[in-house]
């Protein structure tokens, strides 16, 4: 169903869009260390968010694609876990 007043028109002539939807190619120029998979997206431990870095923890988007808010947020818990596990043992 349509809001009412939702639709409406815009006299452009070019419409550029300009969303993120895919992993920066400069990421291993200007962060090298964290190994990544073919398409310049981090690899990560899919449990602990460890990558193969160490002290290094990535998860979200940049881990899996472009996904969901969801599925970013529910990497951060074990993330979390393991940062914490890290700082208090200083084991990797
Ligand atoms: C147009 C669009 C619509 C979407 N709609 C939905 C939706 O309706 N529902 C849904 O669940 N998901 C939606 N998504 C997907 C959702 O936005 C992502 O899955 C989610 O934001 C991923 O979270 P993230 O923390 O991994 O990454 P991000 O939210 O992208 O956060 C990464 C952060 O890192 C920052 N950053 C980047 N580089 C650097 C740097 N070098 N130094 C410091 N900071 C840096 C960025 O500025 C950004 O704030 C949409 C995505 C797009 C593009």
Not at 51 to 69: E, H, K, L, N, W
Request: glycine share 12%; aromatic share 6%.
């Amino acid at each position: 169903m349509l809001l009412k007043g939702s639709d409406f028109d815009l006299p452009l002539s070019v419409a550029v869009i300009a969303i993120g939807t895919s992993a920066n190619p400069l990421i291993q120029c200007t962060t090298p260390g964290p190994a990544t998979d073919g398409r310049n997206y981090i690899e990560a431990d899919p449990t602990s968010q460890r990558t193969s870095c160490r002290g290094v923890f990535a998860g979200g988007d940049i881990v899996t694609g472009g996904a969901t808010v969801i599925s970013a947020m529910g990497a951060e818990r074990p993330a979390a876990k393991a940062i914490h596990d890290y700082l208090t043992s200083g084991s990797w």
